[in-house]
């Protein structure tokens, strides 16, 4: 299993933009499949979106795609979520996960067994 660590939250007025990262440590994400789920305060944790390995495939929750984009550097060992025109509602700790080696994408947390400690995006209206 990898370690990861997210960065790049922080607080945002509403229709502004971020830029979240998740580094892996301790083994490549080259061959993982890797997603970003949230937890809003009072809810469950929430799944954002997700990326396998393989170029091109991603997945995202409906509620946000097209706001919301995952990518990853496998040179730096490194997952980006890209979130754009956020909004109060995007309050929330967002969360990296990984699983591999494994080819398909994954929206379900409970399938993957790495997991971050969560950065906090606030976003004010």
């Known amino acids: 299993q990898v370690e990861l660590e997210e960065s790049g939250g922080g607080l945002v007025q509403a229709g502004g933009s971020l830029r979240l990262s998740c580094v892996a440590s301790?083994?490549?994400?080259?061959?993982?499949?890797m997603a970003w789920f949230r937890r809003i305060p009072g809810k469950g944790r929430e799944f954002v979106a997700a990326e396998s390995w393989i170029v091109g495939s991603t997945f995202y929750a409906s509620s946000l795609k097209g706001r919301f984009t995952i990518s990853r550097d496998n040179a730096k060992n490194t997952v980006y979520l890209e979130m754009v025109n956020l909004k109060p509602e995007d309050t929330a700790v967002y969360y990296c996960?990984?699983?591999?080696?494994?080819?398909?994408?994954?929206?379900?947390?409970?399938?993957?067994?790495?997991w971050g400690q969560g950065t906090q995006v606030t976003v004010s209206s």
């Open positions: 996960a990984a699983h591999g080696p494994h080819t398909m994408i994954l929206h379900v947390a409970d399938d993957y067994d790495s």
């Open positions: 301790g083994g490549t994400i080259s061959n993982q499949a």
